[in-house]
């Protein structure tokens, strides 16, 4: 769950920037078609560099120096054994972040669909209202 919801966020970064790249470039443009064009690809175009991941350094992790547990405990005799003893118990985890976010986003895109649908029958309300003229040119 947690990896869908940070495709969503890159896929989200990519539109802003390529919408960015269309309010300063071509929005002043004539040419409605090549506008279009660019729209309609940069959403897929978008998804599919957000599956993609880049590959961070990691940090190193320090362990520490087993000698002095052997010495002191003549139990572990053995590095296999001191790992073992050395082991702590998991615990389940209770972070319930990712799923809040989760259900935020389905509560806003839900709101949003709500919204269209409400904006879609203003429309169909207006051309059903709205009388019909011919011209002759």
């Known amino acids: 769950m947690n990896d ?12 802003l920037l390529f919408y960015l790249v269309y309010r ?11 506008n279009r064009v660019y729209l309609l690809l940069s959403l897929p175009l978008a998804l599919f560099l957000a599956g993609f991941s880049v ?7 320090v362990l520490p120096v087993l000698d002095s ?20 118990p998991v615990t389940p985890s209770t972070d319930f972040g990712p799923s809040i ?16 649908c409400y904006r879609l029958a203003q429309v169909r309300g207006l051309v059903r209202r ?6 002759r040119g």
């Open 4 to 15: 869908f919801l940070i495709l969503l966020l890159k896929g989200n970064v990519f539109l």
């Open 24 to 34: 300063l470039c071509f929005k002043r443009f004539t040419f409605f078609g090549a």
């Open 55 to 61: 590959p961070l350094p990691q940090a190193v992790e």
């Open 69 to 88: 547990y052997f010495v002191e405990n003549p139990i572990a005799s053995s590095p296999i054994n001191a790992i073992t003893t050395l082991s702590a």
């Open 101 to 116: 976010w989760m259900l935020l986003y389905l509560f806003g895109a839900s709101g949003g669909l709500l919204r269209l």
């Open 130 to 135: 709205g009388h019909r003229t011919t011209t």
